[in-house]
């Protein structure tokens, strides 16, 4: 199991690396096959529900539901969460999405996957910051909680502003099979480990979840650009735009959210930490599945491109932790919690 730790461990430190690796390769191979895709429609969605299924449902079972009762006892730092994740990112996005995205699918994929929030390293990154765990697992379960009510209610507003037709029948058919479904069986399945190998069971079987997820993501971005090869290779200006305005909306959101934390919510450092890789932070494999079941991969373009600036900023970020502690003037304690 060692090994398998330490795969998973590679795979979480250079996902930049992967991803990047998963776009050309499926970017090439779609280059070179131009009509396989076409040929082939109906195998390549068969094999994108699949990869669907093992991106997300290994995140369900890693995702502590049971955390939620402790954010109705206290729920500071989740409506703060909340604030940022459903009322600040969708006014930040629409206004970055009208400078600088011309397609209006694309800025709809740009919307989708901001308004999925819940990096799945926010809790590693909080643990590494010295931040609050328990805020951080109730925060990420009660946002998960939140999505398939805010998600559809947002989409279509915006697809209605730009004038693009949004099945909601198909997208509530997608959170369906990628959000609710894998939830119910991963609460189950992780009950089911709990009882026969207790928590360490659990603990142990992670580094082989996080694998199967981290392989279904990368299979799942390189089969966008493998899709989308050659209307890329002739819009390469589209995806310089989106790199700008991840750029631009990770660069805002951490600075912004930093400020409110400190002198609006007065939150101290621990749980500041606790919501800011959450909040600035997307859940891209979902945001992917989601946009790639509803049979539009030039959709799932944006939340294929953010990885590779969200793993550099929240790092960096992170990396910033001990300036971050003296600006919230943070002194060490063994009692922080929610």
């Known amino acids: 199991m060692k090994s398998v730790a330490r795969l998973a461990g590679h795979f979480k430190k250079n996902l930049f690396i992967y991803t990047v690796i998963s776009i050309i390769i499926g970017w090439i191979a779609g280059l070179k096959s131009p009509h396989f895709a076409k040929v082939h429609a109906q195998e390549i969605k068969l094999l994108i529900t699949v990869c669907v299924f093992f991106l997300i449902y290994?995140?369900?079972?890693?995702?502590?539901?049971?955390?939620?009762?402790?954010?109705?006892?206290?729920?500071?730092?989740v409506l703060v969460s909340f604030f940022y994740n459903f009322i600040l990112t969708p006014i930040i996005s629409v206004i970055l999405a009208k400078l600088f995205i011309k397609n209006p699918v694309l800025a709809l994929g740009f919307f989708l996957v901001m308004l999925v929030p819940g990096a799945s390293t926010s809790i590693a990154y909080t643990g590494l910051a010295d931040g609050s765990i328990e805020v951080a697992t109730v925060?990420?379960?009660?946002?998960?909680?939140?999505?398939?009510?805010?998600?559809?209610?947002?989409?279509?507003?915006?697809?209605?502003?730009?004038?693009?037709?949004?099945?909601?029948?198909?997208?509530?058919?997608?959170?369906?099979?990628?959000?609710?479904?894998?939830?119910?069986?991963?609460?189950?399945?992780?009950?089911?480990?709990?009882?026969?190998?207790?928590?360490?069971?659990?603990?142990?079987?992670?580094?082989?979840?996080?694998?199967?997820?981290?392989?279904?993501?990368?299979?799942?971005?390189?089969?966008?650009?493998?899709?989308k090869a050659k209307m890329l290779l002739t819009k390469w200006k589209m995806l310089i735009a989106l790199g700008v305005i991840t750029l631009l909306y990770i660069i805002l959101m951490l600075y912004v959210i930093t400020l409110l934390d400190k002198h609006l919510f007065k939150l101290d450092y621990k749980k500041h930490m606790g919501i800011v890789f959450l909040s600035t932070g997307?859940?891209?494999?979902?945001?992917?599945?989601?946009?790639?079941l509803m049979s539009n991969p030039l959709l799932a373009i944006p939340a294929a491109i953010l990885p590779l600036f969200q793993v550099i900023f929240l790092i960096g970020y992170l990396n910033m932790a001990e300036k971050i502690k003296k600006y919230f003037g943070y002194v060490s304690d063994e009692n922080g919690g929610v």
């Open 282 to 292: 997307k859940n891209n494999g979902t945001a992917i599945a989601i946009a790639m």
């Open 139 to 227: 925060t990420l379960a009660a946002n998960f909680i939140a999505i398939p009510f805010t998600l559809p209610f947002f989409m279509k507003i915006l697809a209605s502003s730009y004038h693009v037709p949004l099945p909601l029948g198909m997208m509530l058919k997608s959170i369906l099979i990628v959000l609710i479904l894998p939830m119910i069986l991963g609460v189950i399945t992780r009950d089911i480990i709990i009882r026969a190998k207790g928590e360490e069971g659990l603990i142990r079987l992670k580094p082989v979840l996080s694998i199967i997820a981290m392989l279904a993501l990368f299979f799942i971005v390189a089969l966008i650009f493998f899709m």
């Open 58 to 77: 290994p995140m369900m079972v890693n995702l502590n539901l049971g955390m939620l009762g402790k954010a109705i006892k206290k729920p500071g730092p």
